[in-house]
């Protein structure tokens, strides 16, 4: 079956360090992939989108990796603020598109 | 307006009741989502609606019930739930559904089923 996995365990880290998320799949074949930032109690907001032909994409603090042959994404957040704190979901899309599957996410908390 | 609003932000309902969740956007999308989300879970799918039609609907429970009265809003209709209904459920809407798109959520609305 089709599967995404991140890691379940939260990743603390210092404020002003990188931080490293890591988004597996199995049995899916994306054109392009996607990450997510939810806080507490609030609907997912939309970060960065990398297409399979895309190795790497930055947006300002943010860096996506994408590395179809291994099945992963890397996810960084460079000079980590406290205010980064939250939990960072991954996506993928399957049927053409016509349907979203996220994976469960991983909590990242910074700390001062 | 790149905004969803839903509303109420939080319901307390008991078994037998019915209420209705609300969802709007004015971002001119075509595609309107309904998802759940139980806590530390990823959000589900439940519905999609593409152009004012139910495009997927995921062997969601009757007692749900999706509504797309126009291009700009979403209800869902809630009828004689059960308690592990209880859960966040988010609305989200897109440009048309297909393809290389971007979600965009709105808060959510609380939902517990006593």
């Known amino acids: 079956s089709q599967k995404i996995e991140q890691n379940s365990e939260a990743l603390n880290i210092q404020e002003g360090k990188t931080a490293t998320l890591t988004c597996n799949y199995t049995?899916?074949?994306?054109?392009?992939l996607q990450w997510y930032r939810q806080d507490p109690g609030r609907g997912p907001v939309f970060l960065l989108l990398i297409r399979e032909n895309e190795k790497e994409k930055r947006k300002e603090r943010l860096k996506v990796t994408f590395d179809t042959t291994l099945k992963q994404s890397l996810f960084h957040i460079t000079a980590s603020q406290p205010a980064d704190s939250a939990t960072y979901l991954c996506?993928?899309?399957?049927?053409?598109?016509?349907?979203?599957?996220f994976g469960a996410g991983t909590r990242l908390f910074v700390k001062a | 307006d790149t905004e969803v609003t839903q509303t109420p932000k939080h319901l307390v309902m008991g078994m037998t009741n019915k209420k209705s969740l609300k969802c709007e956007q004015h971002?001119?999308?075509?595609?309107m989502y309904w998802y759940k989300q139980k806590a530390k879970k990823p959000p589900e799918l439940m519905f999609v609606y593409s152009y004012e039609k139910l495009s997927i609907n995921e062997s969601v429970p009757s007692r749900f019930s999706p509504e797309c009265p126009n291009s700009s809003l979403l209800n869902l209709h809630l009828h004689a739930l059960q308690p592990e209904d209880s859960a966040l459920y988010l609305c989200?809407?897109?440009?048309?559904?297909?393809?290389?798109?971007?979600?965009?959520f709105g808060p959510g609305t609380r939902l517990l089923v006593l």
């Open positions: 996506a993928l899309d399957e049927a053409g598109g016509f349907k979203t599957i």
């Open positions: 971002m001119g999308h075509r595609a």
């Open positions: 989200a809407s897109s440009p048309t559904g297909v393809g290389e798109e971007t979600q965009y």
């Open positions: 049995n899916y074949s994306p054109a392009y």
